[in-house]
């Protein structure tokens, strides 16, 4: 009998998927990056002077998406303006895929001191950041309070000292520092003097 010959072709589509896997900021995930999301903004800490390294990721093969970065963002102080554009094209997808990333800077909480002195030495059980009260105890005698020095956590806190709540040197000196955000950590130093403990005499004339 007759032989029929039949030929099947088979062609493999061009990808059309024009999504990243993930994106990179120093390493680390992107918070909250999904692949078909194109528009964020990533916090950065006070004292940031150029952006971490930025990786997109492909979940294919190199070369077979054409994934374009420009950076335009410029970092000025605290202020950050533009943005880092990642342009993914895939062959068989006229669209391109822009993901924007925008950059601020955010103000440090920290609100603790790095140390903190009595006359030049560390306050004894000094842990600044679970111990707010420290008590010190000073010699019969003594009239003026002993020099009271600390050191900042970073650069940007305001720290003040107030005696105000004091009677000579008895009472509780506070100390308040203050966060660039705002948050505050308030120290206190209990100061007792030594009285004397001998009773004073009266004559009582007859």
Sequence with gaps: GATSTYTINFSVGQLTDNTLKNILIGGSSLPGFSPTKTNYTVELPLGTTALPAI???SAYATGEQTITVSNGVTIAGDNCSGTYNIAVKAPGNSTTRTYKLSFKITASTYSYLQDLKIDGTTIAGWDPENVFTYYINLPLGTITLPAITWTKGDSYQ??????????GTD?????????????QSIYKIVFTTAKSSRS??????K
């Excluded at 009472?171 to 955000?181: M, P, W």
């Excluded at 004073?200 to 004339?205: K, M, P, S, T």
Aim: proline share 3%; charged share 20%; net charge neutral.
């Design 55 to 57: 990786t997109p990721v």
């Design 200 to 205: 004073e005499e009266r004559r009582v004339g």
């Design 158 to 167: 305001t720290v003040v000292g107030d005696a105000g709540s004091m009677t």
């Design 171 to 183: 009472g509780t000196y506070k100390i308040t520092v203050t966060a660039a955000s705002g948050a």
